[in-house]
């Protein structure tokens, strides 16, 4: 049987470049895959790009979102009958009527508020970055000093809207889902993550000890692992 297409989605203060490590493993493991480009201008908007991206896919999906990219898996793969699991990389989760800033300030241990650079659009409206003098600490701490500096360079900035923006499916109540992070999550509070992976009814949650917002960068063998699992079940 063929194997089912790997569709990989960044979230904030990323690009499809994070994915690097997992994509080789991917191949190596005969699976096709697609880091998407995620636009990180809101949830609707983003999920719409996505439903686009999957239209153009033939055969069976495993979807797998980092961060804010779990907003967006969760609301594009409802209703697609080709999606057949999620994957939740240090991700939001969130029922119909959460969005990102609900479900980071659920539990205390964020400081990602104070490290952000706020931009203003021409158009209206706010672009978010982490400050690159703080993106090593805050976002990355498990890879090293030299790589974290470039990814601050090379970051993606997501407007404050799309932080703020709901949720209007979760795909997660009907699509069976998987769930890895790290333990010392400085976007997303641990306590968080827990708690969306049990919600959910994660088939296997994988907590790794010592793991930054960004852990599946240093450990992409293992989130090979996990996916390879979800796109077998």
Do not use: C
Not at 68 to 73: E, S
Not at 93 to 116: F, H, V
Not at 216 to 230: F, G, R, S, T
């Amino acid at each position: 049987m063929s194997k089912p297409t790997i569709v990989l989605v960044h979230g904030a203060f990323a690009e499809s470049a994070s994915w690097n490590g997992v994509v080789q493993g991917l191949r190596e493991a005969g699976f096709p895959a697609v880091a998407l480009a995620n636009p990180l201008r809101g949830v609707s908007n983003d999920a719409g790009y996505l439903k686009a991206t999957l239209a153009s896919i033939e055969g069976d999906v495993v979807l797998v979102g980092h961060s804010y990219g779990g907003m967006v898996i969760t609301n594009a793969a409802e209703g697609n009958p080709n999606i057949k699991a999620l994957v939740y990389v240090g991700a939001f989760a969130p029922d119909a009527g959460e969005s990102a800033g609900d479900l980071a300030g659920k539990y205390p241990g964020s400081s990602l508020g104070e490290t952000l650079n706020p931009v203003a659009l021409p158009g209206g409206g706010t672009d978010l970055y982490i400050k690159q003098d703080k993106y090593h600490h805050q976002f990355a701490a498990d890879s090293s000093a030299e790589d974290a500096a470039v990814w601050a360079v090379t970051q993606r900035p997501i407007t404050d809207a799309a932080l703020g923006e709901k949720s209007a499916e979760a795909a997660w109540k009907t699509i069976p889902s998987w769930f890895l992070f790290g333990s010392e999550d400085l976007n997303i509070p641990v306590a968080a993550h827990r708690f969306m992976a049990e919600r959910a009814g994660s088939k296997r949650t994988v907590e790794l000890a010592g793991g930054s917002h960004t852990v599946a960068i240093p450990e992409a063998a293992q989130l090979v692992e996990l996916i390879k699992e979800a796109a077998s079940a």
